[in-house]
């Protein structure tokens, strides 16, 4: 479980992950530029949930009103891991910075699945 140090959330987290699965936290917003945000498959669910099918840092041209809010599970942590050096390695930034968004795409790219799970508070 990831949980960036400048959230403040009210989820109860047990009735919204599936450890089998990785998730996000998310939250509609007004304006998704200012949050990396999730793009759904509404053709594919995972127990009813739909599979996140792109992740995007900061859009500049809103595709998404769904916003990470900084609560990750992840289901397959050496992923992640390797993810994150592939970043390191090949020096890909957005917006000049490492971005853990771009860590997630690559995990999606190499076959994870993402849900989402909703937090309003």
């Known amino acids: 479980m990831i949980i960036l ?3 403040i959330f009210d989820v109860d ?3 919204q992950i599936d450890k089998n699965v990785s998730s996000i936290g998310v939250k509609s917003v007004d304006d998704p530029s200012r949050f990396g945000v999730v793009l759904l498959d509404e053709n ?3 127990n009813e949930k739909y599979i996140i099918r792109k992740f995007i840092e900061k859009p500049e041209t809103p595709v998404s009103n769904l916003a990470i809010v900084g609560l990750y ?3 397959n942590s050496s992923l992640l891991v390797e993810a994150l050096n592939t970043l390191i390695e ?3 930034k957005t917006k ?3 971005q853990l968004t771009d860590a997630l795409q690559i995990m999606l790219d190499l076959g994870e699945q993402f849900t989402t799970f909703p937090v309003e508070g």
């Open 44 to 46: 594919k669910k995972y």
């Open 90 to 92: 090949k020096n890909i």
């Open 96 to 98: 000049n910075e490492y």
């Open 73 to 75: 599970y992840i289901a």
């Open 5 to 7: 140090g400048d959230t």
């Open 13 to 15: 987290l047990h009735n």
